[in-house]
């Protein structure tokens, strides 16, 4: 079977450790995670992991059912990128003299649909939400200038589908 | 406290009163149902075992002499009992020598609480002396694990605690406090946990499976039974035999479903996997419905998976839906309880015989008997076997004790040897295969057991890997009786290297001190035999004995245990020598 991009979705309760817990699933079958992202979700105490990894559909069918059988998950999903929005999120810093140097970097900045997000004597810094692709190619046309500093962000994704954590929850309730 | 999601019931009568958190775990304890735990002291435990001090007129503590045999016998009574075992132990090394015992558990769905002491709450992170990170350690290999670090947390957390430890499938939880939350005051008021958020211990069985499932068994020309603890663990033994009986399907188990059917029982027809029995193992690959209940298709059991099964039909009765297609693919998931699930199907199946299938069986038995069975039981060769001094132990104990094996040839012996007419008889480490479990298990079993025969058997490895336990044994005078089978060899290593590695005995030869004389130095009652003519007497005078015995036996040095399936064989590659 051959290995694709998955989007895992983890709704679970905010607890201290279940990070370790998790990813220790992942480390147990030598799964590489490609990116990972914590956040608050759509329910009032309800975190939501999004976790990115290069797997069969056999493996993150397993993966995904382990995860699921943590006490505090409430929830989990895999999608393939057809069935998900996805963005992910990178800040670039950038000398600021090269702002007025390089015409270029003026015209990167637009086609990029990019941000500044600030800019100082020294430095400014550049935002961009997109694609990985779509990052990834402002990494390379930014590169040849000299990039001071990048970081990316983990995927964040919603899927097509309904995600009813909600009306799972009440189940839970009702069947204590 | 966001971090607890516990639902409350019993709200009423509630009341409080104002203690230490030491002194509340004791009441937590004491609200669980428990009377007994094993465990080791030490300096971040201190505050607790000071109020064990003064509740020992209700609780027991049973000092092991090393953390790990409080864990295994906290599995040895779960295991007899259904009930939660309890372990306790101090921060940093003490934590850490639980670990094998919680994996042990966590494997083999065994309930057990474990309390760790951990240094204060100010000094997490700093290194302090006896620190170490057990919430991160024993992460993997826990159902559920918290660390307490003010006193206030304790109720709701121990009950969570117990709750997860027993509900759905079983499993170790532990619960780590530190000790400012030990020495604290606080308004202690105790509530039983029934449900938690987010967890959902028993799936609800859906009725078109079950119909499925009862179709498929109706239909089936060749159906074939596997059971596994899931059975001992939904306590759905009487639910089994009925279906067995009224369907007429051949039953075959795994080795921690032994003992939940009677072992004589015409239509059990013995165990399955690498060490198990000819027929069921070959069958698999002949029958038309293939029917686990409450297995987990270990790789032990099925050997090489693209050839287990491929031409039945498989239904899958689990508590756990992370077991559904994890190893075997199935054609139909009757997620539930087994006593549940098996209820509902029992009306719905029609009352068969399948005597040609059956006899099946019976031809194959027929040939493990001649080649296998008889020169184990009734050997006409020199030298004492393994599977006579089992078929003593069964004529003396009647079929009625408890067994207790550790892992390895002795193992295997003991489960294809032993007979069984009770369920919860046989305790083993079958997922993790832990060497030295079966003697302070052992002694959890006894204890949990009080009015049961229970025998150890284990190898001259194993004995001497938790041979401390003795101390146990004589302290406080637990009739147990323990059965060294001396090969002077790890046994089943030497198997395989004399089988897989040219027969180069890499480490595998053991020079073992006097056994008799270590017993006898623990003032427990020791005998020693190497012939055969001494064999019976000395196992019927050690069942006989009221006081706890040690009977080792010489047994032959270079015997293998066979039929076998070789490790990434198939089912029907399995050898007779």
Redesign the interface.
Known sequence: MEKETFTISVY??????LL??IS?IF??RHVNVESLNVSKSEID?VSKFTIVIIETYEAA??IV??I??Q????KAYFHTNDETIYQESALFKIKSSLLFDERQIQNIIKESNSQIVTVSRDFFVLSKTGRRSEVDEMHSQLEPFGIMQFVRSGRIAITKAEMPISTL?EE??L?? | METLKAVKTETKNKKTMRISGAEAIIHCLLAEGVDLLYGYPGGAIMPVYDELYKFQDKLTHILTRHEQGATHAAQGYARVTGKVGVAMATSGPGATNLVTGIADAQIDSTPMVCITGQVFRHLLGSDAFQETDIIGISTPVTKWNYQITKASEIPEIMAKAFFLARSGRPGPVLVDITKNAQLEEFDFSYEKCTGVRSYKPVPKPEISAIDEAAELINKAKKPFIVFGQGVILGEAEEELKALVEKAGIPAAWTILGLSAMDTDHPLNVGMVGMHGNYGPNILTNECDVLIAIGMRFDDRVTGRLDDYAKQAKVIHFEIDPAEINKNVMSDVAVLGNSKETLSLILPKINENKHEAWHNEFKEKYKIEFDQIIQPQLNPSKPGLTMGEVLKEINIASEHKAVIVSDVGQHQMFACRYAKFKQSKSNVTSGGLGTMGFALPAAIGAKMGAMEREVVTIIGDGGYQMTIQELGVIFQHNIPVKIVVLNNEHLGMVRQWQELFFDSRYASTVMTNPDFVKIAEGYHIKAKRVSERENLKEAVQEMMASKDPYFLEVRVEKEDNVFPMIPAGASVSEIRLK
């Open positions: 679970s309760e905010n607890n201290v450790g370790n817990r220790g480390l147990k105490g069918r397993k059912g382990q699921e059988k006490i505090e998950v409430i929850l839970f309730n069947n204590k």
